[in-house]
C-alpha cells in the first residue's frame, strides 16, 4: 500500500537517469559511512552557497544537513524527530529543519540510507541566503569538537555584486575557509585541481539548464518543480565537478530530448501526464513530509509547473551563470552570491515574472512555508506585484518543509482545485 | 516626585506614545533642508548619519498603540508583529517624515523588509546595512569601511551636503557622550533599581530614537541625577537580567508586570542599536576607520551576530555577574529568529553556572499581562527562597 493515499501501488518504470542519481546517492552515503575506517574528512556545509568544488578539491565528503531533513521529512520521520528537539527546548516557532536535524542527531544521527552519519571534521557555515544557517551550525558547535569556518556571503539586496562584495568572498575563502580546510585535511590547497572540478561544473551546468528550459515547449516534457528538485539534486548537492554529476546531467538530458520529441508530458506520482492542461510557475519550497500527495495535488488536475524559484536555490544558472575555471576564486564568490534566497525581493519578483512569460504560463502559486521565514516574507506583496504586473492570477497555499503538523491535506487541496478552477473560468471566458 | 522629573517623563512618556513621530516632524520643520533617515533597530552607523546633517530616527515598530489595519494583510500569521506595525506606519502616511530607511541585518525577516520597501515605495531612499560577520581588520574590515563609505556617499546624496572628515569626528564624539550618558545610567540602575526603574529608564533611553543625540545626551543625565534625588526606597525585590528584546520591544506593560511581579531588572538587551557599541570610537584619524574598528572590536553580543570564538552564552553569564542579578528571564518576541534560536544556547551557558532562569514570548502588541504576571511571581519567589545564586 502506499504510505499517502493507502491506494494500491502503481509500479512506475523508473529512467535511467533515476536509477544512475540513486546510486549517485546510495554510493555518496557509502562513502559517508565508511569514512571512519577509510579516513576521509567530513564537512557539514549547506546548500545555497555550497562550495563542493573547493571541497572535492581536498578529497572531503560533504554532508548537507537540509538535505538530511528534507529526506527525513520524506521517510516520515521528521515529526519524531521535531518532537524530541522540542523537548530539549527549541521552540515551536524556528525552523523545522533545524529541529528535524537537532532531533535526528539526538536519536542516532542514522543517515537516508539507515546508515549513521560521522561526526564532522569541520562545520563549513556559508551563510547565504538564510540568517537561520549561522544559528542552526552553533547549535551544531555546541554538539561537536570541530573547528568552524564561516563564510559571509553579502546579500544583493539591490540585485547587483558589487566588486567589494565579490572581493569580501574570495578574502574569506583565501583567509579562512581554504585554510581551515587545509588543517583539517592536511592538504595544500590545489588551484589546478579546483579548476578542473569547476571546468566539469560548467559542462553539467548546461545540460541542467537545457533540461529545466526545455518546459518552454508546450506541453512540457518535465515538471521543472516537483520533477526539478530531483533534477537538481545531483548539481545542488555532492556531485558538482565529478565526472559522474557530469554523465547523469548527459543522460538527464537525452532522456528528455527524447521525451520532447516524442511528444510525452512530465512523469508524475502515477505514471506519464497524459494531458498539459495548466501551465504554471511555482514560488516556494515544496512540502516534504507529503511529498507525493502533494504533487498528485496539481498533476491530477493536469497541472504541470513549468518554472520554479526553489530549484535556483542553489544556483541560477539558467540566468547565464556558470562556474568558470578561469577565474576559480571569484567565480565561487558569484555563485555564493547568485543564489536565489539571496536576492532582494525587487529581484526575486523581476525573475519570477520573466518565468511567468517566458515559459507561457496560465498562472503561478506561492507555496509559503511556515518554517522559512527567507522565502516566506513579502511573498504577499510578491502576489500582488505579480499579478499586476503579469496580469496573471496567482494562487496562495501554506504548508511546511517537515513539519507534518503544518501540511492540510484537506486545505491545500481545496485551494489548489479552487485556484485552478478560477483559471479555467477565465480561460473560459477569454474565449 | 519632583515636578521636574514628573515633567520629563511625562515628556518621553509621550514621545513613546506617538506613533506619527511629530518630535521628527517639528525637528524637520525647524528647517527647510532638514532631513532625517529612519532605522530598524540594532545597529546601523548613526553618526554618518548625524555627520550628513540629518536626523537619526529609530523606528522600532508601532508597540500596542497602533492598531493594524493594512499590515496584517502583508505578512503570514507565522510571522513576528514588527514588520506589520512598521509598513503599517509606512502605509498610513506615520513614516512620511523619514526621508530614507535603513535595514540592519538582524534577520531574514528585516532584510526581506527592505525589498518590500523598494518594492512599495520605489522613490524613497532604502539601504540594506549588511554588517559584517567577519571580525579580521583586513577581511570583515575591509568589507565594513567600503559599506560605510557608500552609505557616505548616499547620504551626501541625500541631503545635499558630504561630511568631511572634521564633522564625522564632531558626530562620533556626540554619540560617544551619548552612550557614556546611557552606559552611566544602566550603571547606576544595576547598583540601585529601585532608584531607576525599568519602566523608566526604558522610555528615556527611548527618546534618543526621536531626538537630536545631543539633546538626548542631556535628558539621559537630567533623569539621572533628578532620579537620584528623589526619596526611593529600596524594595525587596529579585535582581534578573531581561535577554531577547533586541528587536521588537515588549509593551511597556510588560516592564511595568515584570516589575510589579517582584522582578527588578538590573540589565536587559531592550534598544540594543543606541548602546551596540561598547567603548568610545576614536575621536582623532581616519573616521570611518575608527567607526570600522569599533564595531569589530567593540560590538556588544547578540544573537544576530556572529561570533567566531563560539561561547555563546558567556556575556549573559557574565552579565548576571556583573549586576549581581539572581536570574535571567528569557523574554523573546512570538517568532523571533534570532532570539529563539539562541535561547537554547543561552540556556546551556545558564544551566552550566546553576543560574536559574524562566522563559515566555510576547508580542509587541500584547495586552494581556496576567499569565506572565504570574510567571515571573513564582520565578521571582522561587529564586528569592530556594536559589543560592
Redesign the interface.
Same mark, same amino acid.
Given at each position: 500500500m502506499s504510505p499517502e493515499t493507502g491506494a494500491p501501488p502503481r509500479e512506475i518504470p523508473k529512467e535511467r537517469s533515476m536509477l544512475l542519481q540513486k546510486e549517485m546517492i546510495a554510493g555518496h552515503y557509502q562513502d559517508l559511512a565508511s569514512a571512519p575506517e577509510t579516513g576521509r574528512k567530513v564537512v557539514y556545509t549547506f546548500v545555497p552557497g555550497n562550495l563542493t568544488e573547493l571541497m572535492r578539491s581536498f578529497d572531503v565528503l560533504p554532508v548537507l544537513p537540509e538535505i538530511n531533513a528534507l529526506q527525513s521529512g520524506m521517510r516520515k520521520l521528521s515529526g519524531d524527530y521535531i518532537s524530541e528537539a522540542e523537548k530539549?527546548?527549541?521552540?515551536e !516557532?524556528?525552523?523545522t529543519y533545524?529541529k528535524c536535524d537537532i532531533g535526528m542527531l539526538k536519536q542516532g544521527n542514522v543517515g537516508p540510507t539507515g546508515q549513521p552519519l560521522p561526526e564532522p571534521d569541520l562545520l563549513l557555515l556559508s551563510?547565504t541566503g538564510?540568517?537561520?544557517f549561522?544559528?542552526?551550525f552553533? +547549535?551544531l558547535? &555546541?554538539e561537536y569538537d570541530c573547528p568552524?569556518a564561516?563564510l559571509?556571503v553579502?546579500?544583493q539586496? !539591490?540585485g547587483t555584486i558589487h566588486d #567589494? #562584495?565579490r572581493?569580501?568572498v574570495v @578574502? &574569506?575563502l583565501e583567509? @579562512?575557509i581554504i585554510p581551515k580546510l587545509e588543517q583539517v585535511t592536511g592538504q595544500q590547497f590545489d588551484e589546478d585541481r579546483l579548476r578542473a572540478e569547476l571546468e566539469l561544473s560548467a559542462v553539467a551546468e548546461d545540460d541542467l539548464v537545457w533540461v529545466l528550459e526545455s518546459a518552454k515547449n508546450v506541453p512540457s516534457p518535465i515538471d521543472a518543480y516537483f520533477g526539478g528538485v530531483y533534477y537538481i539534486g545531483p548539481m545542488f548537492t555532492a556531485f558538482r565537478g565529478t565526472q559522474e554529476g557530469v554523465d547523469y546531467y548527459r543522460t538527464l538530458r537525452a532522456e528528455i530530448e527524447e521525451r520532447l520529441a516524442a511528444g510525452r508530458g512530465p512523469i508524475t506520482p502515477d505514471g506519464e501526464l497524459e494531458e498539459e492542461r495548466y501551465r504554471l510557475v511555482l514560488e516556494g519550497p515544496p512540502n516534504w513530509t507529503s511529498f507525493r500527495d502533494f504533487w498528485r495535488m496539481f498533476s491530477e488536475e493536469g497541472a504541470v509547473v513549468v518554472a520554479s524559484s526553489y530549484t535556483k536555490v542553489g544556483g541560477l544558472y539558467d540566468r547565464g551563470f556558470r562556474h568558470d575555471p578561469s577565474r576559480p576564486l571569484e567565480t565561487l564568490a558569484d555563485y555564493c552570491m547568485g543564489c536565489y534566497t539571496n536576492l532582494?525581493?525587487?529581484s526575486?519578483?523581476d525573475l519570477i515574472a520573466d518565468y511567468i512569460r517566458e515559459y507561457r504560463a496560465d498562472g503561478f502559486m506561492i507555496n509559503?512555508v511556515?518554517s522559512c521565514?527567507?522565502f516566506?516574507?513579502?511573498? +504577499? +506583496?510578491m502576489l500582488r506585484?505579480l499579478e499586476e504586473r503579469t496580469g496573471v492570477p496567482g494562487g496562495f497555499i @501554506?504548508s511546511d518543509l517537515v513539519d507534518p503538523r503544518y501540511f492540510s491535506a484537506a486545505n491545500i487541496k481545496n485551494r489548489i482545485e479552487s485556484y485552478l478552477q478560477m483559471l479555467e473560468q477565465k480561460r473560459g471566458t477569454a474565449a | 516626585m519632583s515636578t521636574e522629573l514628573a515633567q520629563l517623563l511625562e515628556r518621553v512618556r509621550a514621545l513613546f506614545e506617538d506613533v506619527d513621530f511629530t518630535a521628527v516632524r517639528e525637528w524637520k520643520a525647524e528647517g527647510a533642508d532638514r532631513k532625517a533617515v529612519g532605522h530598524m533597530p540594532i545597529y546601523v552607523p548613526r553618526e554618518l548619519i548625524h555627520a550628513s546633517g540629518m536626523l537619526p530616527v529609530g523606528v522600532l515598530g508601532g508597540g500596542d498603540r497602533l492598531e493594524i489595519i493594512r499590515g496584517d *494583510?502583508? =505578512?503570514?500569521s507565522?510571522?513576528c508583529h514588527i514588520?506589520r506595525s512598521t509598513i503599517e506606519m509606512a502605509l498610513t502616511g506615520r513614516l512620511d517624515a523619514l526621508d530614507g530607511m535603513l535595514f540592519p541585518?538582524i534577520? %531574514?525577516?528585516i532584510?526581506?523588509?527592505?525589498?518590500?520597501w523598494?518594492?512599495?515605495f520605489p522613490d524613497r531612499y532604502v539601504?540594506?546595512v549588511?554588517v559584517?560577520?567577519?571580525f579580521?581588520p %583586513?577581511?570583515?574590515g *575591509? =568589507?565594513w569601511r567600503?559599506?560605510l563609505e557608500q552609505l557616505l556617499d548616499d547620504f551626501a546624496g541625500l541631503s545635499g551636503r558630504a561630511a568631511d572628515q572634521e564633522a564625522l569626528r564632531r558626530s562620533i564624539a556626540v554619540y560617544n557622550e551619548n552612550r557614556r550618558e546611557i552606559g552611566a545610567l544602566y550603571e547606576a540602575r544595576s547598583h540601585e533599581p529601585w532608584v531607576y526603574p525599568a519602566s523608566e529608564l526604558y522610555l528615556v533611553v527611548r527618546a534618543g530614537n526621536v531626538l537630536p543625540p545631543e539633546e538626548h545626551t542631556e535628558l539621559v543625565r537630567s533623569y539621572r541625577q533628578l532620579a537620584a534625588a528623589e526619596d526611593r526606597h529600596e524594595q525587596d525585590l529579585s535582581r534578573v537580567v531581561v535577554v531577547g528584546t533586541f528587536c521588537e520591544q515588549p509593551p511597556l506593560g510588560l516592564l511595568l508586570t515584570l516589575e510589579r511581579a517582584g522582578c527588578s531588572i538590573v540589565d536587559d538587551d531592550l534598544l540594543l542599536g543606541q548602546r551596540w557599541l561598547t567603548d568610545d570610537v576614536s575621536e582623532v584619524g581616519d573616521p570611518i576607520e575608527a567607526l570600522a574598528t569599533a564595531y569589530l572590536e567593540c560590538s556588544c553580543q547578540t *544573537?544576530?551576530v556572529?561570533?567566531?570564538e563560539?561561547r555563546?552564552g558567556a556575556w549573559l553569564v557574565e552579565s548576571v555577574r556583573r549586576n549581581q542579578a539572581e536570574g535571567v528571564i528569557f523574554c523573546a518576541p512570538? =517568532?523571533? %529568529?534570532?532570539a529563539?534560536?539562541?535561547?537554547?544556547?543561552l540556556? %546551556?551557558a545558564l544551566a552550566a553556572a546553576g543560574i536559574p532562569h524562566t522563559q515566555f514570548?510576547y508580542a509587541e502588541n500584547t495586552g494581556q499581562f496576567a499569565a506572565i504576571r504570574e510567571q515571573a511571581g513564582t520565578f521571582s519567589d522561587s529564586i528569592r527562597l530556594w536559589s543560592d545564586a
Open positions: 530539549q527546548g527549541h521552540s !516557532d524556528v525552523c533545524v551563510y538564510c540568517f537561520t549561522m544559528k542552526w552553533e +547549535l558547535r &555546541q568552524v564561516m559571509h553579502p546579500y539586496a !539591490d #567589494h #562584495h572581493a569580501y @578574502e &574569506q583567509s @579562512e532582494g525581493l525587487p526575486r519578483v509559503s511556515k521565514n527567507s516566506s516574507v513579502g511573498q +504577499l +506583496l506585484q @501554506e | *494583510a502583508y =505578512f503570514q507565522y510571522i514588520p541585518s534577520c %531574514d525577516v532584510r526581506n523588509l527592505s525589498g518590500m523598494r518594492l512599495l539601504r540594506y549588511d559584517p560577520q567577519n579580521s %583586513d577581511v570583515g *575591509a =568589507f567600503q559599506e *544573537a544576530s556572529y561570533q567566531p563560539g555563546r512570538s =517568532f523571533c %529568529d534570532p529563539l534560536l539562541e535561547q537554547p544556547m540556556v %546551556d514570548k
